[in-house]
């Protein structure tokens, strides 16, 4: 234990579970006070007893703008804005896509992330910072992945153009390649391990990326002074074959 972010108060939207809960052990394990949100309070519950005692934790609508707006108004300030949360992934053929239902891949993972940034970052403490979570289809899409790729690359855009204006306010997002989590519970136990292994074989570090591998890079961006409008890419070398 380094400390890190000892004295710093840390908000992870989306830690529930996988990244996000990867996140808020690591930033605990840095000695910071650390506040744990997902949209069920039974699944808060259940990340809080993972946690332990040290965590605090409580339920959000992170589609109900105004209820974030009084989640921030009520928070107190704090240091570090932490923004894991997103739903299943929408992979498809776009001739078979329902363009009305599509517009939810958005709805999560870029309005949920945009409402926390707008009533957030006025509480955020000097030297503080904002991390979104994005991921390597933007840079490199594979066929039926056009929805996530857009969404993916509007939160890199979203992360820029906020570090220019929220400026000296830090914000920085991380953008993962293939990880071990529960994002790819849509899938059965047979398909999950035959992408695992088939990526497994491919990828340059010789395996998947696990929630761990990714949170480091959420507690880089954290105690990092000079890093801001960037993207961190933890892809176990995805972009370069």
Known sequence: MSGRLLGQRVIVLGASSGIGLAVAREALREDAEVLVVSSQMSRVEKALDYLGSKAQGCALD????????R?????????????????????????EANLGSSRSAFDVRYWGALSAAKHGARHIRPGGSITFTTGVAAARPQTGWTLVAS???????????????????????VSPGLIATNLWQGMTQAQRGQMFDDASDELLVGRVGSAEDVAAAYLFL?????????????????LLI
Do not use: W
């Open 62 to 69: 992170l589609l109900d703008e105004r209820a974030v707006e």
């Open 222 to 238: 954290m105690t990092s002074g000079f890093a801001t409008g960037q993207t961190h890419i933890v892809d176990g070398g995805a």
């Open 151 to 173: 969404v993916c690359g509007a939160v890199e855009a979203l992360t820029r153009a906020l570090a220019v204006e929220l400026a000296p306010l830090r914000v920085n997002a």
């Open 71 to 95: 989640f921030f108004g009520t928070a107190g300030e704090f240091d570090h804005l932490v923004y894991t949360a997103g739903d299943t992934l929408k992979i498809g053929a776009l001739s």
